[in-house]
């Protein structure tokens, strides 16, 4: 079976029509690291529980790929490829060429010799980037809504398509940093929920979906990136703050393990490993994430075994040697502390560092093996397409080095990748709205209404075109999809003006429309006159990059944009048959909504890709019977949630400290008793769900967990090379492309070749760092997402779910757990199911709950561990409506 669910056993009373869709498919000193490769942070301020090890103590060496549980063959074709290849070649694998210079956002050199064309790594996690022809499909958070295991992987599915048919070989998502720790995070949108679990499940399946069509998953953002403000230096000093170094989250280790690093975990153990990991802007615990050798080293390709590579987010390198050293190995674009610029960390500079000693030959070998057997592991078999396609530029015809005007050629091809996509999106739109209010029925309409109405800009189109804005940064007409770079072009985009419209009149009824909030007039008189009226109202977020009426990415508010607030209540007050739509990236506070006599009916549509219109207007109509769930708490005011994006610098080096520890969303309100307007796991259906008859079962001869021990092998090296200079300098009469990033030095004389100002530096070599001997092998790890062992079932938890209503419906049942720890949550997510069940039938829902779900992380272990003591288990349709109760014994 591919997933660990069990597919749903069948009682029916009528025909057996269930369906378990689950199976398709320091705090610290600031480190001064722009002058001294830094590396660790110093002073850790310990505190009890949760928040103890707000450090990153430095762990050397890099772990080397050894090839651990199915990437053994991968590593054996990697070998045959890396053993041919000299110096130069291999360093080329871990250098992109340059920002704007190639065809993709990040290309790397060309090994010609071998007839090996570029990798290209390209966005977006909703669809391809920067061409045409592509798909937008519903962000991250909408797949989390549907609680959908199969349309996870069926969505990485199709667009790997795409990206395979432009010539992609990276595809830069899915996301699970950010994971969510503040609503307001600008791009927790292209990610899935806050809850680790729901994430670890949708980001693995989405790996899977897509490295299954040839193309690898970048894995991202790896960790701590969540928030937008101040994640960049330079950016946020143009936008007039004064800070010296990016934003610092400080991070406990058994947060970390508990809560951040948990999906990731779950995505290396996908197989996914062909996971390229995207080391992220922000500092954790003071120390740069790219040269951050406990996160890297570690946990990452320590503990949880990743055999693939580390790829830098763009601009996301701070240092050469140190960063290699701890555990990066592919630096994008190339470019080092600026766009544009004319050297990079990497390239020459990894030449020389291997000429001079301070990388070891067996890490740049192991650079290129990593990067190579993630190659083989997922494309091996396949043929590559061409790259067809420029990211800088949409006309046929065009510079292939873009940015500095070489090569003019045919540079698109504009191939339509899309395959029949439209018609998945359209109904995954429709499957991930969550229906949170419907009183006296008034949902579904019938279409006979005599006069429909809708109201808001959310309901119309961008006048000046959907792609009008750059990266979608603007809010203007309906809101289908965030902005920045985790965004790509729509083909087109169906509003819901125009999917509303098409129905009422091909069912004869007469409909009206008020695009613009400002016409509250208008909207006066024909919400008094109409029968039904929806109101469609967002709430945008994106990447900080680019400013939105006054937001940097993460939102300054949890209310309504555009002036949606007066429209909704202008028209509440005069129909009081008032539909909210709500289009938005995170949690919009509605408490005065759901009071609202008048508001008959509310629908959180999330960010549903091209086909909006479409798939809203299946719900409102009846044809798909929404079985969404809140993948997020939307509680009664933002200070319920505990925690806040850091907007103001609170030091030079801002400074954020996760002193919540795992307590973040239902798991805060939980904690505090707070009553949330909807809580996570809410959703409703056009019918009804009944529970009955919890089912624990304790499976047998399970044996006890062993931490895992003993020693990998010496670090091996492929093919020596000549350490005379002479021999790494360029090719006689190359013709260099101005800006392009080379493998090969300009100067037998290393310092002059580098014209690095801190050449030779002494000291700053961490301790192990060069030793490639035998190393232990972590309590915890030994295999690809860790301990094998912590996913054995210890228990099978079964519950009966009966469709008590008149129509056919999707329900998705809830297992939280209680770990019963002091410092533990009162309740955990730890399985779900999406259930289609016939009227009159009962479905039975099956988890089995791993060793981990049970487990907590010991701080001083270094391991995972069962606390002991009481720990019970809930079923039912929602976080706070858990109607079943048992023990695990
Ligand atoms: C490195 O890649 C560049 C760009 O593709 C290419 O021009 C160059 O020949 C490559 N160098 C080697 C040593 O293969
Ligand atoms: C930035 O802050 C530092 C100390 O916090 C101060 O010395 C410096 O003058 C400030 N720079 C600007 C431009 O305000
Ligand atoms: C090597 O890196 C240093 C920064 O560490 C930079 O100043 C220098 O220009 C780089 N050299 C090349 C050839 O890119
Ligand atoms: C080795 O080369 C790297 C890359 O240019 C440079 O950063 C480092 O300072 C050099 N170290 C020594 C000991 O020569
Ligand atoms: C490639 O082919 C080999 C042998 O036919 C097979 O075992 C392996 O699973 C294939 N890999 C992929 C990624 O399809
Ligand atoms: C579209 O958005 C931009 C940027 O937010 C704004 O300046 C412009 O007025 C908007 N255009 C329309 C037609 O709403
Ligand atoms: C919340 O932010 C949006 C977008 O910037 C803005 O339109 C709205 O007025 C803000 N709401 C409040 C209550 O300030
Ligand atoms: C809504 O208003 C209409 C027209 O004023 C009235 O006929 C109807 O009874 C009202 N419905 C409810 C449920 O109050
Ligand atoms: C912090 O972590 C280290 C191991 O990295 C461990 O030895 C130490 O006991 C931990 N401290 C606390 C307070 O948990």
Not at 472 to 482: R, S, V, Y
Not at 543 to 564: C, H, M, P, Q, S
Request: aromatic share 12%; hydrophobic share 35%; with cysteine.
């Amino acid at each position: 079976m591919r997933y660990s669910i069990a597919t749903a056993l069948l009682a029916c009373a009528g025909s057996s029509a269930a369906q378990d869709f689950s199976n398709d498919g320091n705090y610290g000193a600031p480190f001064p690291d722009t002058v001294y490769p830094g590396f660790e942070s110093k002073n850790p301020v310990v505190k009890e529980g949760a928040q103890s090890n707000q450090t990153s103590p430095p762990k050397y060496p890099s772990p080397w790929g050894e090839g651990l549980g199915d990437w053994a063959q991968a590593y054996g074709k990697a070998k045959s490829f890396v053993s041919q290849l000299t110096l130069e070649e291999k360093v080329n694998l871990t250098t992109g060429t340059g920002w704007q210079l190639d065809s993709c956002v990040g290309q790397t050199g060309s090994i010609p010799r071998m007839a090996f064309r570029a990798l290209c790594f390209q966005d977006a996690p909703t669809g391809i980037r920067f061409t045409d022809y592509n798909s937008v499909f519903p962000g991250g958070i909408n797949v989390a809504a549907t609680w959908d295991r199969g349309i996870a992987y069926q969505r990485g599915v199709a667009m790997a398509e795409e990206f395979k048919g432009k010539g992609i070989d990276v595809a830069l998502g899915p996301v699970a940093g950010p994971l969510g720790r503040t609503p307001e995070g600008g791009r927790n949108w292209e990610g899935f929920s806050p809850d680790p679990v729901l994430t670890g499940y949708l980001f693995a399946d989405t790996i899977e979906g897509i490295q299954s069509q040839g193309v690898m998953a970048s894995a991202k953002h790896f960790i701590g990136y969540e928030q937008e403000h101040f994640r960049q230096t330079a950016e946020f000093q143009n936008y007039g703050f004064n800070i010296t170094e990016p934003n610092s989250a400080n991070i406990d280790d058994e947060t970390m393990h508990e809560l951040y690093l948990w999906p990731f975990a779950d995505g290396v153990r996908a197989g996914a490993a062909s996971i390229t990991v995207v080391c992220s802007y922000n500092q954790v615990n003071n120390s740069q994430v790219c040269q951050n050798s406990y996160l890297q080293n570690y946990l990452l390709k320590g503990e949880l075994g990743f055999q693939g590579h580390i790829v830098s987010d763009w601009l996301g390198t701070h240092s050469g040697v140190a960063s290699v050293l701890a555990g990066l190995d592919v630096s994008m674009p190339g470019d080092s502390t600026a766009y544009h610029s004319d050297d990079s960390f990497y390239g020459a500079n990894l030449t020389i560092a291997v000429l001079n000693g301070t990388v070891p030959a067996w890490r740049v070998d192991d650079m290129a093996m990593r990067i190579m057997a993630g190659y083989y592991y997922v494309e091996g078999n396949t043929t590559r397409d061409e790259i067809n396609f420029n990211s800088w530029n949409y006309d046929t015809y065009g510079y292939k080095h873009s940015y500095v005007g070489d090569d003019f050629g045919q540079i698109n091809q504009h191939v339509d990748v899309r395959g029949d996509h439209g018609r998945l999106i359209r109904e995954w739109g429709a499957r991930s709205t969550v229906l949170l209010k419907n009183v006296r029925n008034t949902l579904p309409l019938t279409g006979k209404e005599k006069l429909t109405a809708v109201f808001g800009d959310d309901a119309g189109p961008n006048i000046d075109g959907p792609n009008s804005c750059s990266d979608h940064g603007c809010d203007n007409g309906t809101l289908a999809i965030g902005w920045g770079s985790g965004t790509a072009n729509y083909p087109y985009l169906v509003t819901p003006d125009f999917a509303i419209q098409s129905e009422v009149l091909s069912k004869g009824g007469a409909y009206q429309a008020v695009l613009s909030n400002g016409a509250l007039d208008s909207a006066r008189s024909i919400a008094r006159a109409a029968n039904v009226s929806m109101v469609f109202a967002n709430s945008d977020s994106g990447e900080t990059y680019i400013e939105v009426d006054g937001n940097l990415g993460d939102r300054n508010n949890l209310t309504f944009w555009k002036g949606a607030d007066e429209m909704i209540e202008t028209v509440a007050s005069e129909c009081n048959n008032t539909i909210l739509v709500v289009h938005s990236t995170g949690p919009v506070l509605l408490e005065k909504w759901e009071n609202h006599k008048n508001i008959t009916a509310i629908l959180w549509a999330g960010i549903p890709g091209q086909e909006a219109g479409n798939s809203i207007a299946d719900v409102l109509y009846g044809r798909v019977n929404p079985g969404a769930k809140l993948p997020f708490t939307v509680g009664k005011s933002r200070k319920d949630y505990g925690t806040d994006i850091l907007y103001t610098p609170n030091q030079e080096v801002p400074q954020i400290q996760y002193e919540e520890g795992v307590f973040i969303d239902y798991r805060v309100f939980d904690k505090y008793n707070e009553t949330p307007t909807y809580e996570f796991g809410y959703g409703l259906s056009y019918t009804t769900f009944n529970y009955s008859d919890l089912r624990v079962t304790k499976i047998q001869n399970v044996s006890d967990y062993v931490p895992s021990s003993g020693w990998t092998g010496a670090a091996p090296t492929y093919r020596n090379f000549s350490t005379d200079p002479a021999d790494h300098l360029y090719p006689a009469n190359f013709s260099r492309v101005e800006l392009y990033k080379y493998p090969w030095i300009n100067s037998t004389n290393l310092t002059e070749a580098s014209a690095d100002p801190h050449y030779a530096l002494p000291g700053f070599i961490p301790e192990n760092a060069q030793n490639g001997s035998a190393q232990p092998i972590p309590k915890a790890g030994g295999a690809p997402g860790g301990n094998p062992m912590l996913w054995d079932v210890i228990y099978r938890v079964e519950a009966t779910v009966t469709n008590t209503g008149n129509v056919v419906g999707e329900e998705v049942p809830q297992l939280y757990i209680s770990r019963g720890g002091p410092y533990d949550p009162v309740k955990e997510l730890r399985g779900f199911q999406r259930l289609s069940i016939e009227p009159n039938c009962s479905a039975t829902f099956v988890v089995d709950v791993k060793r981990k779900d049970i487990m907590s992380w010991s701080t001083v272990e270094q391991d995972w561990y069962v606390r002991n003591s009481t720990k019970k288990v809930y079923v039912g349709s929602s976080s706070r409506n858990l109607p079943l109760e048992g023990m695990l014994s």
